[in-house]
Structures are given as structure tokens and as C-alpha cells.
């Protein structure tokens, strides 16, 4: 058991009571929270701005996450493996105060990349004492429209890798020679810069918000609060451990194909659990794809961690470092959730998403009050294209589907998988900010949930109408062939599609992405998938099938086939 208790700590040497430490730590993760805030209102693209893909957190010296915001669990549990990379080619004693650490490069530590990772020390009375670090996702960093290349066969065809390098802010960003670099490898070089200056800036927050604090509290107080922090999460953690069976439980999940062809792909898991600890094995994972649905190391790590802390953890439960030391990862290299370089990974979030429905199934069978049926858990990512004669236009949206049912309650309707955890784009900030497309449909798909005794959660339709010639599309999918699980009875949930219609004809476009060119009057429909059922669907609650009814959420077919028609004579 942790050392670190209710009623008081210490760490090195320096005891901190504990109203002291409530403080500190929620002012580390107040700090963590005003870093998301400028990040935010600073950003140029609507996938910080309005999606809010992005990420910021305080890690310590060693690396270890001290606090972070609530933001996206695939970045966050990763971030100190990516601090590790960097700190592994720029030695620490390098860095000055106006320095930051840049990496987007999925075999040095990063995810994919769009995603660019920003570090900076923190120095206190000359002292390195921390770092901060974000995440944000870029509409374009070459490569395909909006760095989605969906017949890319290696990480060349992605994009443009950075791998971990040292930049002074003043002299190289702004104006300098990484600025003319990026800005020249970016169909969007003004949204390129303008984001990262807002990332560049969420971490002069954390870095004046953490001087504050240890002026206010001292070096000490601060630093011991810190390391206080993650041993009570690694605590909170292992006692959470301790109430599962003893045991080896497996699951498994599978992709719809590799990109260029149908064939699934199996993503297998084993999980041990023993005493107070787990060990997370992907041993019978599927060879590396040749196409883009590869996960670097990096995301497999964070949807692990992120499963365990979904079906284990508490609402309260503070996520830091310290609350995953308990875990123990191991990923075949050469595998799907390990590849070897150069594969491509712009589609990692479909298989780390199997990943964490893998580690969920094997852990709900342990604890079956804690368990919950596959989501849609799918990033079905649309991005829609112009170019002008003022440049590049691209407009990009993740959309959604439906979660799992679990016990208890139905699946939530049409929200990020769990992994990814970004926002809704509102129909009117996308047709203010883009003229060359209209929505006219956004609405969830009655019938969409797997039956249950808890349904799972809806999946929905967006429907773009093209208003100017030469739109292009590019897009990534999965869950077209294979339907989400359902568990204990419950029925699967449903697939999705991808579908331009043009002078009255409907083409279905490709199952894991692909490409088309649109002109006034197409539309392009894209309809995600529910999930999964949990339970009997004869046991399910009378009324909720007479509200689900009332509310179109589901036909009068759908009851009488999975209800009995004494449940849809209700509606």
C-alpha cells in the first residue's frame, strides 16, 4: 500500500499536511485547466477551437503525468512517454527558459501526424523543477487533404514528421526558420501557425500559473504535492485492483480491413490480474497492416490505460501517473498495436479503439457489474476541401455514434468514443466558417442501438449539400462490415456508411476511407452506428420501450422484433 494517506504526507524529506495538499493539487489542475482555456480561445481551426481535440498537462522531472485537464484520454496517458523521447535526444541540462520541445513523429514518441506535441520546462530561481506539455490536432501538415491519406502504404505518405527537435520560441517560431519549415509543408500554413503559437502559449500559462503557486507555497510544497498526488493514484488504483478476481480473462475485437482490402483484422487481449496488479498482453494481435489503421505504441498505451481506468476507477478518481504504475503493457512488435517503421498510422484510433473495446470485454468479464457492451467506438473523420484562389479551404469533423449499454442505463447517442472524448461542431460555426457546403441533416438513426435490457446508444446521420464545383472528399471509417458486441444477451449495435449522392444516384463509398470529387448540388451522407446491447431484451423495461417510442428513438418494427408486440402496442 501507498505510503500516502488522508491525514498527512511527506516526499523526500518534506511533510505536507493535508488541507495543504487538497490545495496545491487542485491549483496544478486549475493550472492544467487555464492552459486548456488559452489553447482554445486562442486557435485558429475548428478542431481545437470548436472539436477540441487537444490536450495540456504538468509533468514532472522524470516524465511522470502530475495533472492534466479533462480532455482527450488517448493524448493525455501518453504524453510522458512522448516527454521521454524528447528528453532522450535534448538532454535536459540543454534547455533554457524561452525553450520548447516539438514532436509529432508516431516512432519518437508521437501518435500521428496531425497531432503535435509542445514541451516546455519550467525554472524556478534558475531550477529546472517540471515541464508542460499539450497536444493539439492540425487540419494539415501535408499529405493527403488534411493529412488523411487513406491509400498511404508508409508514414512518408502521411505527412510531415518532426521528430523530437528544440526550438527557442522568439527566434525560431515566430517568423523564423520552423515557422517558413511548417508553414511550407501546410496547405494551411496560417491555421498551422496560428495554432501552435496557441499551444506555444497554453504552456507560458502553466508556466507562470506553477511559479505562482511555488512562490505562494514554496519549491518544496509544490514539487512533494506533486509526487504525493500520483503515489495516492497509484493507491486509489491498486486498492480498485484488489476487488477483481484473481485471474486471466481475454477479449477480442476486430477491424473491418486494412484499408485497401475487407479482410478483419483481430486485435486479441489477455489480461492477468494478480493481487494488486494487471498485465495487459496483446500477444495474438494480427500482423501490421499495409494500410493506415496501425496504432504506434504510444496510442495502444493510452487506450489500455484509459479501458482499465474506465471500468475500474471512480468518478473521483484522479488520473495521473501514479494511478497506472500498478499496469504493465506488452505489444508484439510488428503487430497492429506495435508496427514497425515505416507503417503508416493516421487511422490509429480505430485500432487503439479495438484495443480499449478488447481490454473492455476481458475486464467486464471479470467484473460483471462493472461491465458494458462495444460502442460504435469508430472515428468516422470527413474532410471536405476547396481550393481557391486565395489557397487551400478544408473544413474536418470527426462524427459520432452510439456507446454500449451498460448495466443500468442505455448507451449514450451519437458522442465521441471514449478514447477521444471531443466535442460536437455546431452546424452554425461550420456554414459561417465554410461557404462551400451547407448541412442539411444532422439527426440521430431510430433503430440504430442493439435491443437489451439496456439498449445501446444511438448512432446519427450528417448530411452535407455541396453550393460550389470542385469539393473534395477524403474520409476514414470502420465498423461498415463488423457490428459493435453486445454482451449477456444484448443484440450488436449497428454499422455505418459513407454514401455521395449525385443526379439522383447513390454511390456507397468505401468501408475504411477514401476519396471523391463533389460539385454544386452532390451531397455527401455519412451515418454512423449504435452500440451494443447489454442483456435479455425481454427483460427490458416496458415503459423505457413505450418512451423510446413515443420519442421516435426506435419503430413500432424495432419493438415488435426485439420486444414483443405487447411491448410495441404500447407506443
Known sequence: MSAVSMNAGQQNGHAVDPVTFQIVNGALIAATRAMALILRRSAYSTMIRETQDFSTAILDTQGNLAAQSEAIPLHLNSLGYALGHCLSAIPADSLAADDMMLV????????????IQVFAPVFYRGKLVAYLGNLAHHTDISGGLGSLNPTATDVFQEGLRIPPIKIRVPDDLLGGPVHGLLSANSRLPANLIGDLNAQVAANRTGQERLVELMDKYGLETVLACMAMAQDLGEQKMRQAIEQVPAGIYTGEDFLDGDGFDTVPMRIAVTVTVSSSTI???FTGTDAQARGYVNSPM????????????????EPEMQTNGGTFRPITINAPKGTLLNPNYPAPVRLRMNSSGRAYGAVLQAL??????????SGFDTTTCVNLGILTEAGYRIYMEPLRGGLGGAHGRDGADAISQLLSNSANTPVESAESDYDYFRIVRYELRPDSGGAGEFQGGLGCVREFEIVRDGVQVVFSSDRANNKPWGIMGGAPGTIGSVKVISKGKTLQLPANGGSASLNRGDRLRVETGGGGGI?????????????????G?????????HYGKSHSDRG
Not at 298 to 313: C, D, E, K, P
Not at 364 to 373: I, N, T
Not at 553 to 561: H, L
Open 104 to 115: 509529432n513523429d508516431p516512432y519518437h514518441g508521437g501518435q500521428h501526424l496531425p497531432d
Open 279 to 281: 498485465d495487459v498482453d
Open 298 to 313: 504510444a496510442s495502444t498505451i493510452s487506450a489500455t490505460l484509459t479501458a482499465i481506468r474506465a471500468v475500474l476507477g
Open 364 to 373: 467486464g468479464k471479470a467484473v460483471p457489474s462493472r461491465a458494458a457492451a
Open 535 to 551: 442483456g435479455d431484451p425481454a427483460t427490458r423495461d416496458p415503459d423505457l420501450v413505450a418512451r423510446d417510442l413515443s420519442l
Open 553 to 561: 428513438r426506435i419503430t413500432p418494427e424495432f419493438a415488435e422484433k
